[in-house]
Each structure stands twice: as structure tokens, then as C-alpha cells.
Nanobody, 122 residues
Framework: VQLQASGGGLVQAGGSLRLSCAAS????????MGWFRQRPGKEREFVAA????????YYQDSVKARFTISRDNAKNTVYLQMNSLKPEDTAVYYC????????????????WGQGTQVTVSS
């Protein structure tokens, strides 16, 4: 499956952004989807994930109540609504797809898109 992330940009602290990840090539609705990020000088980390039907969602503690992951299987797209953004949310955000992994357990063997840069100014 091919993944194309978009929606990043520069926003002031307290602002909002919505990231989108469009999938193609396979049956999107079969895949659990996730968002990860890599902050400057840090390892890649889990942000949020959603199961293939959207029945279960998972979040990193630091983004709970601020970020919302959702999916539209008819549009082959997963979204990450990010509210109340903080400078520490500045990172390259990646989407990923997995047939078997859920939550934060995606691996390098899963499908990954190119990143989209999110920069939050203070």
C-alpha cells in the first residue's frame, strides 16, 4: 500500500492542524492505521492509531485530549486532527499501515508514507 501524508505546516502555539494520509494500492479498510512523529534529535515515536474498522483508537499520553485520529474508508484516508498545539509537537509526522499490528506496535516491516513537517512556533 502506498501512503501520502499531507497537511503539515507552520502554526502558532495553541493553533490547530489536520493531517491527512491518503492510501492506494491495497484494500485500505483491511489495515490498521497509525500516526508517528520524529522530533528533532529524537527517535520516531507513536502518536495515535486506529483499527481497521475504526472501532478502537490509541494515543500517546501527551496528545490525548488534544489530538483525534479518524478514518474514512470510503475515501481511503486517515486523519489526525491536532488542536492546542505546543512547540514540543514540532516534528515530521508519518502515517503507517499494518495488517496485524495495532496501537504503537507498528514496525519497519509495515507500510510507511513520507513525512509531513509540522512546526509550532511559541
Amino acid at each position: 500500500v502506498q501512503l501520502q501524508a499531507s497537511g503539515g505546516g507552520l502554526v502558532q502555539a495553541g493553533g490547530s492542524l489536520r493531517l491527512s494520509c491518503a492510501a492506494s494500492g491495497r484494500t485500505f479498510s483491511n489495515y490498521n492505521m497509525g500516526w508517528f512523529r520524529q522530533r528533532p534529535g529524537k527517535e520516531r515515536e507513536f502518536v495515535a492509531a486506529i483499527t481497521w474498522r475504526g472501532g478502537n483508537t490509541y494515543y500517546q499520553d501527551s496528545v490525548k485530549a488534544r489530538f483525534t485520529i479518524s478514518r474514512d474508508n470510503a475515501k481511503n484516508t486517515v486523519y489526525l486532527q491536532m488542536n492546542s498545539l505546543k512547540p514540543e509537537d514540532t516534528a515530521v509526522y508519518y502515517c503507517a499501515a499494518s495488517l496485524y499490528n495495532v496501537g504503537g506496535t507498528f514496525s519497519d516491516d509495515d507500510y510507511w508514507g513520507q513525512g509531513t513537517q509540522v512546526t509550532v512556533s511559541s
